[in-house]
């Protein structure tokens, strides 16, 4: 496997853990907002062998819990099971990031214990998801994906990275009945970095985030506004 990130300790990314975060390139989603859209292209180079990944997570086992791998769409790396079987043997838990579109490798995951913790984005209502996330997409694998984890709430975590392009009230009026009954979610705002592809899209204001998870709590557990 190619691994174009790690980040060797996170307090963040897997919640309630300390975690390394492991980024896999390539993604078949085109945000505009991304923040890692330096690794839309699963060809680049690796910055680290799977041997040395391994190494790694051995020194530091009794310091670190977990690993959360990332992306770009890590279910698309079909070796990515594999990886995690190998990881898990180490008594590591397991965090997987996922843009949804893979309810089949999520269905797979969920059949053989392969996970601890998935977190999916949704990207917006569904229908400004392709405006929102730069192309067309079968909104068909969104649902079947949300479903599967409203079913597994113990394993559940649903994020929004929230712009003022792209997202307002009814937005998460919508977003809300969706996904009524859901554990867990997060709303992560927009933030400009050299990586980014559009700049443009403004950043929420705190009132305006607040707003927004009121919405959410109508129906979901546990609503959140990260950094």
């Known amino acids: 496997m190619k691994i ?23 993604c078949d989603m085109r945000c505009p ?3 890692n859209a ?33 992306g770009g769409e890590p279910l698309l790396r079909r070796d990515l099971p594999d990886v995690i079987r190998r990881v898990r043997s180490m008594d590591y838990l397991i965090k997987v990031d996922t ?17 601890d913790r998935i977190a999916m984005d949704i990207k917006n209502e569904p229908d400004r998801y392709a405006e929102t996330v730069g192309i067309s997409v079968d909104l068909s694998r969104i649902r079947r994906s949300v479903s599967l984890l409203l079913a597994n709430p113990s394993l559940a975590e649903f994020r929004t990275t929230v712009t003022n392009a792209f997202h307002d009230c009814h937005s998460f009026m919508v977003i809300a009945d ?26 929420p ?22 950094g």
């Open 4 to 26: 174009h990130g790690l980040q060797k300790c996170s307090l963040l990314d897997f919640p309630g853990h300390t975690a390394a975060t492991v980024f896999l390139g390539g």
């Open 178 to 203: 969706w996904l009524a009954g859901a554990p867990f979610f997060a709303l992560q705002p927009f933030k400009v970095t050299e990586f980014v592809p559009d700049q443009t899209l403004g950043t």
């Open 99 to 115: 843009n949804g579109l893979h309810p089949d490798i999520l269905q797979q995951f969920l059949d053989e214990h392969l996970v």
């Open 33 to 35: 907002y991304c923040h």
């Open 205 to 226: 204001t705190k009132e305006a985030l607040k707003a927004y998870a009121a919405i959410l709590r109508q129906t979901i557990t546990h609503v959140e506004i990260r």
């Open 38 to 70: 330096e690794i839309w292209d699963a060809s680049l180079p690796a910055l680290l062998e799977e041997e040395e990944l391994y190494q790694f997570l051995e020194e530091r086992r009794g310091f670190l819990e977990g690993v959360c791998f990332t």
